[in-house]
């Protein structure tokens, strides 16, 4: 089962911020928290992870608490080709396992 | 960057029959792919993990002998859908372990079976 709770749906105006929440109330101490996006009928790519410290990237900041039990996205300056269904997803790794298990994900719109 | 090719993009094929999907690393060795599946407007479900060298791992409900995973180097795996019907229909994605990101992912296989 997914180890995260998002909300179904965002909107956000073009040149915005958008920000994207994640609840991950049950992580474990050395599980990462990724972040992923997928633009219809296409694979879903990398945007960003990160363990305890807030991250940035060319592409988003990760804002993650510092309990960790819930993390931000944030895309500075949103443009409409930023519309796409962000996942919030916790790496499951273990002596046996190491793989990712996707959420139901936000479905994000910008408009213009 | 990491790459990841899936091929075909798009198949259709009629029912009772096989069909294979490769998914390869181009620029990396990945020990280690997933098989996910994808309904319409549904999020990803993970249908397997392979390692090279060894037997795949099915998540609980995935028939094995359904869908059949060969992970035989480590640039390469395959799933190949067999005896297809019309409920196998859906968007497959593979993923490889081992890039600079962690995990990345092909662009996927739209089956179509009539």
């Known amino acids: 089962d997914a180890k995260t709770t998002q909300p179904p749906s965002m909107d956000c105006a073009e040149g915005r911020a958008a920000n994207l929440p994640c609840n991950h109330s049950?992580?474990?101490?050395?599980?990462?928290v990724y972040w992923y996006r997928q633009i219809h009928s296409q694979g879903p790519q990398y945007i960003i992870h990160?363990?305890?410290n807030n991250e940035t990237n060319e592409m988003a900041s990760l804002i993650i608490t510092e309990d960790r039990k819930s993390s931000t996205l944030i895309l500075p300056h949103a443009t409409l080709r930023d519309t796409a269904v962000y996942y919030c997803?916790?790496?499951?790794?273990?002596?046996?396992?190491?793989?990712?298990?996707f959420g139901t994900g936000t479905r994000l719109q910008v408009f213009p | 960057g990491a790459v990841v090719s899936q091929h075909p993009s798009r198949v259709i094929c009629k029912s009772g029959t096989s069909v294979k999907i490769e998914c390869r690393s181009l620029?990396?060795?990945?020990?280690?792919m997933f098989w996910y599946r994808q309904f319409p407007k549904k999020s990803l479900m993970l249908m397997a993990t392979?390692?090279?060298?060894?037997?795949?791992?099915?998540e609980q409900g995935v028939e094995k002998d359904k869908f059949l995973i060969n992970h035989a180097s480590l640039t390469l795996s395959t799933l190949t859908v067999t005896s297809a019907h019309p409920e196998d229909s859906s968007f497959y994605i593979c993923?490889?372990?081992?890039?600079?990101?962690?995990?990345?992912f092909g662009s996927g296989t739209r089956l179509t079976v009539v």
């Open positions: 993923s490889a372990s081992g890039g600079p990101y962690g995990y990345t």
């Open positions: 049950t992580i474990s101490g050395n599980e990462y």
């Open positions: 990160g363990l305890k």
């Open positions: 997803i916790v790496r499951v790794a273990n002596y046996n396992t190491d793989k990712l298990i």
């Open positions: 620029d990396f060795q990945a020990t280690t």
């Open positions: 392979s390692n090279e060298g060894s037997k795949a791992t099915y």
